[in-house]
């Protein structure tokens, strides 16, 4: 139990005894031992915030997200809310803080945190799941894309505004994926379907977002079975290479080769 001190700080007590009785049987009070676990309380405190938050930013990490997502995902199964999630991917993240270092890297994240916190409001999840990755869980209204769509644009706008590190302004890339949550997908479909999203958006390079659909469903699903088979292609010995001459237009020599690599598909020719 929490008790106060003398002078007004909360400590926290564990207290263990019994009762004791006269020679009658009447009860006359109680023996027993209290003990101070303030320290094992804090301890237990700060084990919990490392399992659930992030320690640089102190926002949610992935843990506690999906947790949300999935209290989220099943009320809009429910009818009872409408979820929307968005997957945000920090653009060549990894080389500016190599440059700029752990500390300037660390103060390039604060201030991306920053920027989405005001440009998303308190009532949005904001969670950081990876070092150049956040998500965004909000509540939005049915079937409204272009609300969603708004809303991953004011941040893509406020993302592309200079940073400033050290004096320097630094310029950042970023690619959202968007998904809206419109029946009981579940948590990790939802999170899985923002990040094809994500990659879709990466895809066409510079500050920009997509939003989940069937289309991005079926481009991903072809991609991923062409890479498949183009692993296959290099077993099966599907691949020709053929070289090209490249010609010097005035004496007509032969000045270089390309290399090109042809791949003869079984069904596609």
Not at 81 to 86: E, I, K, R, S
Not at 117 to 136: P, T
Request: glycine share 10%.
């Amino acid at each position: 139990m929490q008790r106060v001190t003398h002078d007004g700080q909360p400590i926290w007590v564990s207290i263990s005894g019994e009762p004791i009785f006269d020679g009658e049987g009447n009860f006359t009070g109680y023996r027993g031992l209290a003990r101070n676990i303030t320290e094992r309380k804090r301890a237990e405190a700060e084990i919990q915030r490392l399992a659930f938050f992030d320690e640089l930013t102190g926002l949610p990490n992935r843990r506690l997200l999906l947790e949300r997502l999935e209290r989220v995902a099943a009320a809009c199964g429910r009818g009872a809310c409408h979820g929307a999630l968005l997957f945000l991917d920090l653009d060549n993240f990894k080389q500016v803080n190599s440059s700029l270092g752990q500390l300037g890297g660390d103060r390039l994240i604060r201030q991306v945190v920053s920027r989405l916190r005001a440009s998303f409001g308190q009532e949005a999840l904001l969670a950081r799941i990876g070092s150049d990755e956040f998500a965004v869980l909000l509540e939005a209204p049915a079937t409204a894309d272009d609300w969603l769509a708004a809303q991953a644009a004011g941040a893509v706008q406020a993302l592309a505004e200079p940073f400033w590190i050290d004096g320097e302004s630094l310029l950042l890339g970023c690619s959202f994926g968007l998904v809206q949550e419109r029946g009981a997908a579940g948590a990790d479909l939802m999170f899985w379907h923002a990040h094809i999203a994500m990659q879709h958006a990466k895809a066409k390079k510079g500050c920009t977002f997509e939003i989940y659909d069937e289309q991005v469903y079926s481009r991903a699903h072809s991609r991923a079975d062409q890479e498949a088979e183009l692993r296959l292609a290099l077993r099966r010995d599907e691949l020709e290479l053929h070289y090209q001459p490249r010609l010097n237009l005035t004496t007509g020599k032969v000045v270089g080769l390309e290399a090109l690599v042809r791949w003869r598909h079984p069904e596609r020719g």
